[in-house]
């Protein structure tokens, strides 16, 4: 499944490659949106909601221009910088001005929101934000804060029927509906941002501007950029559109789900990076909740044949026992030594590129940095 594959993929990310500076940074975002949320509603039911769509409008401000940068880089400037300021700020403001529209539609009061979202934008747009940490600002700030909604997410559509896996234990009683629900709010603003690259111009809402591949990438990837640029002209043209937007609605738990997988099929185009069926997902976990619980006591076994009791293994299969998966500890050691040898190395690569960029890449823009390693 794309949703799982590109919430796991930023949990590692988060998990293995933010710095002890950069995770005070992300304790202070915390705090500082907790009391904008807490300036703007006081309902607890709201608290979720207006967490994620102020970090949503932080990642949107924090974000740069690829065109500005590239066109600095290879000393070309047709267009003045203050025209391309302006574009982008516009752009922004329509972004936003939509995004506040989102979560007026949750009973939200839009003034009392946008005073907050400028407010916080205020505070960051002055510091030096590392492209680590403001890219994709919104999934890793909830695979930091929420690092297991991910696997409640798959669970509650197993409780549900949607899904099924033979290493998952039904619980009618289990309440994953938070978790569900956060998952959501993040495929919508995935969704958002592929609305906002093609259908988000300063010169008017009614047209779409596809911009042309550059002639010396990849043919492959040259492909994936057409075959994306057809499918969203396919959807643009259908009678659903090119927006979901999630709300809690009078539908029942399944219908509600089948809505959001329904629409993250259709409008979610995602390259996954973590290979196989289905059915490898509960060791994937397990190897992400081994990562965890290594950092936290590096020297402290993984796996043990003679004796597993006190090992790092031992804790991950327990922990995914209370989460309803039932995994062995060998399995869950043999996945993590897998995930050491292949994908860890190329997480690191990426985080090693984002850290490079000199600034951060447009928040609607196709992730190159991650694609330069599926090509």
């Given at each position: 499944?794309?949703?799982?594959?590109?919430?796991?993929?930023?949990?590692?990310?988060?998990?293995?490659?933010?710095?002890?500076?950069?995770?005070?940074?992300?304790?202070?975002?915390?705090?500082?949106?907790?009391?904008?949320?807490?300036?703007?509603?006081?309902?607890?039911?709201?608290?979720?909601?207006?967490?994620?769509?102020?970090?949503?409008?932080?990642?949107?401000s924090?974000?740069?221009?690829?065109?500005?940068?590239?066109?600095?880089?290879?000393?070309?400037?047709?267009?003045?910088?203050?025209?391309?300021?302006?574009?982008?700020?516009?752009?922004?403001?329509?972004?936003?001005?939509?995004?506040?529209?989102?979560?007026?539609?949750?009973?939200?009061?839009?003034?009392?929101?946008t005073?907050?979202?400028?407010?916080?934008?205020?505070?960051y747009?002055?510091?030096?934000?590392?492209?680590?940490?403001?890219?994709?600002?919104?999934?890793?700030?909830?695979?930091?804060?929420?690092?297991?909604?991910?696997?409640?997410?798959?669970?509650?559509?197993?409780?549900?029927?949607?899904?099924?896996?033979?290493?998952?234990?039904?619980?009618?009683?289990?309440?994953?509906?938070?978790?569900?629900?956060?998952?959501?709010?993040?495929?919508?603003f995935?969704?958002?941002?592929?609305?906002?690259?093609?259908?988000?111009?300063?010169?008017?809402?009614?047209?779409?501007?596809?911009?042309?591949?550059?002639?010396?990438?990849?043919?492959?990837?040259?492909?994936?950029?057409?075959?994306?640029y057809?499918?969203?002209?396919?959807?643009?043209?259908?009678?659903?559109?090119?927006?979901?937007?999630?709300?809690?609605?009078?539908?029942?738990?399944?219908?509600?789900?089948?809505?959001l997988?329904?629409?993250?099929?259709?409008?979610?185009?995602?390259r996954?990076?973590?290979?196989?069926?289905?059915?490898?997902?509960?060791?994937?976990?397990?190897?992400?909740?081994?990562?965890?619980?290594?950092?936290?006591?590096?020297?402290?076994?993984?796996?043990c044949?003679?004796?597993?009791?006190?090992?790092?293994?031992?804790?991950?299969k327990?922990?995914?026992?209370?989460?309803?998966?039932?995994?062995?500890?060998?399995?869950?050691?043999?996945?993590?030594?897998?995930?050491?040898?292949?994908?860890?190395?190329?997480?690191i690569?990426?985080?090693?590129?984002?850290?490079?960029?000199?600034?951060?890449?447009?928040?609607?823009?196709?992730?190159?940095?991650?694609?330069?390693?599926?090509?």
């Amino acid at each position: 499944m794309d949703i799982l594959d590109v919430i796991h993929f930023h949990c590692v990310y988060t998990s293995k490659c933010l710095s002890s500076e950069d995770i005070k940074l992300f304790q202070n975002i915390v705090l500082d949106v907790q009391e904008a949320v807490n300036k703007i509603s006081a309902e607890e039911a709201l608290l979720d909601i207006l967490t994620h769509y102020l970090i949503c409008g932080l990642e949107i401000s924090l974000s740069g221009d690829d065109v500005k940068f590239m066109s600095k880089l290879k000393g070309q400037h047709e267009i003045p910088n203050e025209v391309l300021d302006s574009i982008l700020e516009k752009k922004k403001e329509i972004a936003l001005d939509l995004l506040s529209c989102m979560v007026s539609e949750h009973g939200v009061i839009k003034s009392a929101f946008t005073k907050q979202l400028i407010n916080l934008t205020k505070k960051y747009e002055v510091m030096n934000i590392p492209a680590t940490i403001a890219y994709r600002l919104a999934i890793k700030f909830n695979s930091l804060i929420h690092p297991v909604d991910h696997i409640l997410f798959y669970g509650y559509l197993n409780d549900l029927g949607i899904m099924t896996c033979a290493k998952y234990r039904c619980d009618k009683k289990s309440d994953n509906k938070d978790s569900f629900n956060r998952v959501a709010l993040l495929m919508e603003f995935e969704i958002f941002r592929v609305f906002a690259r093609f259908c988000i111009d300063p010169g008017g809402m009614d047209e779409i501007t596809l911009k042309a591949p550059p002639k010396d990438i990849p043919d492959t990837l040259m492909k994936n950029i057409i075959d994306e640029y057809k499918y969203l002209i396919d959807n643009v043209f259908s009678k659903e559109g090119i927006l979901y937007k999630f709300t809690d609605t009078r539908l029942n738990e399944e219908e509600t789900a089948l809505i959001l997988l329904g629409n993250v099929s259709r409008l979610f185009k995602h390259r996954r990076f973590f290979q196989g069926t289905i059915a490898r997902w509960p060791g994937a976990w397990g190897a992400f909740l081994i990562e965890l619980l290594r950092q936290e006591n590096p020297t402290r076994a993984i796996y043990c044949e003679s004796n597993n009791t006190n090992s790092i293994s031992e804790e991950a299969k327990d922990i995914m026992d209370k989460l309803n998966y039932k995994v062995s500890a060998r399995m869950l050691y043999l996945r993590y030594s897998q995930f050491i040898k292949n994908e860890s190395k190329f997480i690191i690569k990426y985080n090693n590129i984002l850290a490079q960029l000199p600034y951060t890449p447009e928040w609607d823009g196709d992730s190159y940095v991650y694609h330069k390693f599926l090509v």
